[in-house]
């Protein structure tokens, strides 16, 4: 790995007295820092719309970072170690006239440091922000030094295809492509991450990992939070593009992808822009059939009352936002022809969890009686992403006892067990990696249009047909009904892991 405690470097967040700095960035950096990881010579430099003094600042952040770090509230010195980096501009980031005071900032550090800076721009904004920062960066020159420069967009990339496209042609003209990270911080988590690392370093799989032997594919992130004050851009997302578009797509590629030939970058976003690319594009009819959207209605979850979609704050009283999705998908090619890949995302569900579950087909020719496979099941493979962290692969073997009666069984690999000191958090692994220049957890243009196209027929049926039926599912639950019809005409069901904090 490259060596980053000598790469003087400084971070400018954009948006920074925002949730994401507070919640996520500063966080991470902070526990970056307190593990070793950050370069001797750094500078983060915070800048937003408020005015705000440096210690202000630094105080905002302290609080963030003793909610929500995973080390807990910092300690006294520590903090003070790692406060001393960090600064505040105010500015009407609309006017380039204000990023001056970026550039002097940089300046400054540099004739401080005595040497050449690399420069991390990240933009945690409201994506209509994102082309005029984005822009005004490169006017005032600050993108020039395009071998140490670089620009972090958050999601969402875009608000469909062609907003993505003219983002992506305005960053283009400003930028090379090895400049620009795209955020999916589902990607630096470190199961998700792991998918990679089971798919390809294991043998035993890939001979298994096709339409022969597999019989479905489901990926299924469901949460119980509500909008938690993000209701005013939940309406201009939907979970079609607050989830389906980047993360459960991110995921759909990472479980269908060819092995790339080595592990690098752009092999990997090659492999998955094919997966993309070879994905059935839906006709009306198939949005009909193939496709079920769901709007919370309000309930009661753990013992306490909450609020409906249609009554969260900054939510339209008839909006037709969806808050739920569930799709099947197909890809055609060679190795997935035919075998469908169910997805399906909500929010205010009964549980909070992040599940890809793979079935293989069933025995051609059963040896056993009839009395031995009462509980008979296929195999499967469950990976779960979060909050358990597992792969389990679930068999048959023989009950204990006289007689032959088969049982299903779980082999499990879990984190807590094998692993029972690892913590890192997804925005750690990511924040390294635009520091060291490795895009390979990064979304490339190509692949945020294609899943951008892929999407957009059943975007804009939605947008042109209002639902008559929203509300159509109640807090607490597993989503609308259809939802369950959508697989169970085909012979499934959804797969869920026991719970260990619920009755
Ligand atoms: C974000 C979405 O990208 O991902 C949120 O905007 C969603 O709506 C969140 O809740 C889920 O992330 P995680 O890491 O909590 O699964």
Redesign the pocket.
Known sequence: MKDIKSQPTIFVIYGATGDLCRRKLTPALYNLSLDGWMPEKFSIIGTGRTALTNEEFRNKLLEGINQFSRSGKAEDDKWAAFAKHIFYEAADLNNYESYQAICDHINKCEKEWNDKAYVIHYLAVAPSLFPVIAGNIAKIKLAEQRDNTRIVIE?PFGHDLESAKELNQLLNENYREEQIYRID??LG?ETVQNLLAFRFANAILEPLWNRNYIQYVQIS?T?E?GMEG?GEY?ET?GAMR??VQ??MLQLLCLIAMEPPNNFNAAEIHGRKVDVLNAMRKFTPEEIKTSVVRGQYAKGWMQGKEVPGYREEKGVKPKSNTETFAAIKFFIDNWRWHGIPFYVRTG?RLHQ?S?LISIQFKDLSHFVFPPEAVESWQQNRLIISI?PEMSIRLQVQGKRPGLAMLLNTVDMVFDYKTTYPSYTQE?YETLLLDTMIGDQTLFMRGDQVEAAWGLLMPIIRTWMNKPSLHFPNYSADSWGPELAEALIAADGFHWISLPMNNKP
């Open positions: 999601k911080h589902y988590k992130v949460e939070l993000r939940y997302a607050d989830m980047n993360h929010k909070s992040s979060q997804a």
